[in-house]
């Protein structure tokens, strides 16, 4: 069993800052990647940041220079720092853990979202 709890999330004005963490417990061996993703309502998933193993981190276009994706010491946790927010901003954030199982495949893992609202 992997659980994934995620905070952080509210309502912020245009311009304003907010901070969501992400911890992933349980059977969790092999950490391959964890991030954030996000969905709007009438809209697909959409990656918003990961990390790797390695470490190299990945951010879509939108989010570049305003959000930053760091990696807690036990690289269980990671943390999304969000600057300048935007109200396209707004939506659900989910976090996603990828493990490398047994087998050397790697199963994905979901948190329950939390709501980033961003209106004045």
């Known amino acids: 069993q992997v659980q994934l709890v995620e905070s952080g999330g509210g309502l912020v004005q245009p311009g304003g800052s907010l901070r969501l963490s992400c911890a992933a417990s349980?059977?969790?061996?092999?950490?391959?990647?964890m991030g954030w993703y996000r969905q709007a309502p009438g809209k697909q998933r959409e990656l918003v940041a990961d990390?790797?193993?390695?470490?190299?981190?990945t951010y879509d276009d939108s989010v570049k220079g305003r959000f930053t994706l760091s990696r807690g010491s036990a690289k269980n946790t990671v943390y999304l720092q969000m600057n300048s927010l935007k109200p396209e901003d707004t939506a659900v954030y989910y976090c996603?853990?990828?493990?490398?199982?047994?087998?050397?495949?790697?199963?994905?893992?979901w948190g329950q979202g939390t709501q980033v609202t961003v209106s004045s």
């Open positions: 996603k853990v990828d493990l490398i199982n047994d087998s050397g495949y790697v199963d994905d893992y």
């Open positions: 349980g059977s969790i061996f092999s950490i391959y990647a």
């Open positions: 990390i790797i193993r390695s470490g190299s981190i």
